[in-house]
């Protein structure tokens, strides 16, 4: 099979590139997406061409079937819709959710309101006080959404807010848990007006299927799905073919609320639909160096190595070293925030421009500084230290609070880092927004957690703190198996040269 793969339009002229020559894996997707009727789920290793793969998949599939590839984020959408045949479109979940009730609403108007559920939550807390209450409130009506629960069980919410880091005010506590439940169903009742969350919990809710006709569906990144959006896909594509396109072993947002076994729920529930499931792999990475291969090997044993991938490098550097092992354009990855600070500050000091991808981390420490309302550097760190033991009393009445403590002794650790060497409060406002961004590119160092560099890559790349993967509190067993996929996905980020600065993880050691 060789198609041409075509570039988008530029100035009137198409840009044709070499002809796209398959693998034999590729091949075979391809002849399945092709010929076959079961749906599909498409195995892909990190690096493993996924993308160029589907792409090429919607040219094969011929003018006469539509159909749709469901990416992460409208970003991804935008750049994906590039150099797709006219009859396959790239397009969000949400967006495809909203489409849905537009078409079930029978001509009336479905306007998005981003700040619904805000307005619901200041009917129940109007005052400036009640800026906490209000957080928790949207906070834990938004997860009660993605998970589908209805809210109602008070003891439910309580483990909902530990395992997610919602900050419940002590004092106003059954406030909060009485407007959770009323919030949704306000919401339930306006669905002319629809806000992110709706877009995907609302047709669920009401049962609605899709009535735009979808030959093949295509689910990207589909280990990262919530409970809401397992739900919703049926009625995505009621009568057609869904290809689901993920790694089971790049399954490392369960913490925010994806189902960590979202894949094997899939391959179950396709499996065992009418049409059945084939599954095909992509072993191949194009992406990792042999020697990084080698090491990945050991979490994931078919990540395969091209045959003509250069060897690469696997370095250690002494902790103290990590400096001179940095430069512009360069990525350290860690598996917590608190480390990444004290590097970028230092960085920084040192007229090395770096940025810590994490916009809505910034913003999170921001509010806490407010809230606490110190009047100096003095008063912030003691603050700090007063708001970590109450909160850690908090989690220790829970069954399993390993990870929302780790998540906790994070979030503290990460602003008196920021507090060090600081003179004023303000000082310290000023570095959360200097150093926190999602915006980063070839001219700067960019540090990021592990979990934010999901889907980047870079020539070379340099993990802190190793000591780190696994983490020390991850006790239960699926606990222990997103480390491995945390580690996993933070060395096959290196296109050249991956440098632990501390020993190797005794994982892949």
């Known amino acids: 099979m060789g198609l041409v793969a075509r570039s988008a339009d530029v100035g009137g002229a198409v840009e044709e590139r070499p002809p796209f020559r398959p693998s034999p894996q590729q091949a075979d997707f391809l ?66 959710g909203l489409q849905m009730l537009r078409d079930a609403a029978g001509g009336k108007t479905v306007s998005v309101d981003l700040e619904k559920v805000d307005r619901l939550v200041e009917k129940r807390f109007p005052r400036q006080w009640d800026r906490q209450p209000q957080w928790a409130t949207r906070k834990l009506a938004s997860l009660c959404k993605n998970l589908l629960l209805d809210g109602e069980d008070p003891g439910e919410l309580e483990d909902l807010a530990a395992a997610y880091e919602v900050d419940l005010p002590t004092g106003r506590l059954d406030e909060v848990l009485e407007a959770v439940p009323a919030v949704l169903k306000e919401c339930l009742e306006t669905p002319a007006l629809v806000d992110f969350d709706d877009m995907i919990w609302l047709p669920v809710k009401l049962g609605l299927r899709s009535a735009a006709r979808t030959d093949v569906l295509f689910i990207d990144e589909a280990q ?16 057609g073919r869904i290809v689901v396109v993920g790694d089971q072993y790049q399954a490392i947002y369960a913490f925010r609320g994806a189902d960590a076994h979202s894949l094997m729920k899939l391959q179950a ?23 990084v291969v080698a090491l990945a090997r050991r979490l994931v044993p ?35 925030n608190a480390p990444l600070v004290s590097a970028c500050y230092q960085l920084l000091k040192s007229g090395v421009p770096a940025v810590i991808r994490g916009r809505d981390i910034g913003k999170g420490l921001t509010v806490l500084v407010r809230r606490l309302k110190p009047l100096t550097v003095g008063d912030l760190f003691r603050a700090v230290g007063d708001y970590r033991a109450k909160e850690l009393d908090k989690l220790s009445r829970l069954r399993n609070p390993a990870s929302a403590v780790q998540a906790l002794e994070d979030k503290c650790d990460c602003l008196l880092a920021i507090c060090d060497g600081a003179s004023t409060v303000q000082e310290v406002l000023g570095r959360i927004e200097r150093m926190f961004s999602d915006v980063s590119d070839g001219n700067v160092v960019t540090l990021s957690s592990i979990h934010r560099a999901k889907g980047l890559e870079r020539d070379r790349v340099v993990v802190l703190r190793p000591d780190l993967l696994p983490g020390p509190w991850a006790k239960t067993l699926e606990d222990q198996a997103q480390e491995r996929n945390i580690l996993y996905v933070g060395v096959t980020r290196a296109r050249s040269r991956l440098t632990f600065c501390g020993p190797t993880p005794a994982l892949i050691a």
């Open 269 to 291: 529930s396709l499996g065992g639909s009418e049409r059945g499931l084939s599954v095909r792999p992509l072993t191949y990475t194009r992406r990792c160096p042999k020697r």
């Open 302 to 336: 078919d990540l395969e190595a091209l045959d003509d991938a250069p060897d690469g490098e696997v370095v250690e550097e002494r902790p103290e070293k990590w400096f001179e092992a940095v430069g512009v354009g360069d990525m350290v990855l860690c598996r917590t």
């Open 31 to 96: 002849d399945d997406l092709v010929e076959g009727d079961r749906h599909i789920l498409l195995a892909a290793r990190a690096g493993s061409g996924k993308s160029t793969t589907c792409r090429q998949g919607s040219h094969a599939l011929g003018p006469r079937r539509r159909s749709v590839y469901c990416c992460f984020n409208s970003h991804v959408a935008r750049e994906f819709q590039a150099g797709l045949p006219p009859n396959c479109r790239a397009a969000t979940m949400h967006s495809l």
């Open 224 to 239: 990262d799905l919530n409970a809401a959006q397992h739900a919703m896909m049926p009625g995505l594509c009621p009568s």
